[in-house]
């Protein structure tokens, strides 16, 4: 069964740091491109991150670009989302996904094919 399982979320402060983690089981992600998404309360799922199946280039949402670093270790089937200097802005549900690497734009959510349940962030002002 393919499985992806977040964690790592929680509350912090603004300013604070959080490292996601992002397990695979039932499959391996090394041929695939891994993702991180984010919804906050009443808004739409949005991109925050992608790494490619070698983690030799990824791709980041202009409002996270500098803060945070996505990495991978496919020996370990998991994917990292390092949080760095958060703002409050940043408090949403994070997930992972992973996309075929032929299966359209990174940034799109629709190019996903597995995703986690989510884990919540929280930053407080």
């Known amino acids: 069964q393919v499985q992806l399982v977040e964690s790592g979320g929680g509350l912090v402060q603004a300013g604070d740091s959080l490292r996601l983690s992002c397990a695979a089981s039932g499959w391996s992600i090394s041929g695939w491109t891994m993702g991180w998404f984010r919804q906050a309360p009443g808004k739409e799922r949005e991109f925050v991150a ?3 199946s070698s ?3 990824t791709y980041y949402a202009d409002s996270v670009k500098g803060r945070f670093t996505i990495s991978r270790d496919n020996a370990k089937n998991t994917v990292y989302l390092q ?3 958060l703002k ?3 408090t949403a549900v994070y997930a992972c996904a992973a996309k ?3 299966s359209g734009s990174y940034y799109s959510s629709s190019s996903y094919t597995y995703w986690g349940q989510g884990t919540q962030v929280t930053v407080s002002s």
Do not use: L, Q, R
Request: aromatic share 14%.
């Open 88 to 90: 409050p802005e940043d």
């Open 55 to 57: 983690g030799d280039s």
């Open 50 to 52: 992608a790494i490619i």
């Open 100 to 102: 075929a690497y032929y």
């Open 83 to 85: 949080m760095n200097s």
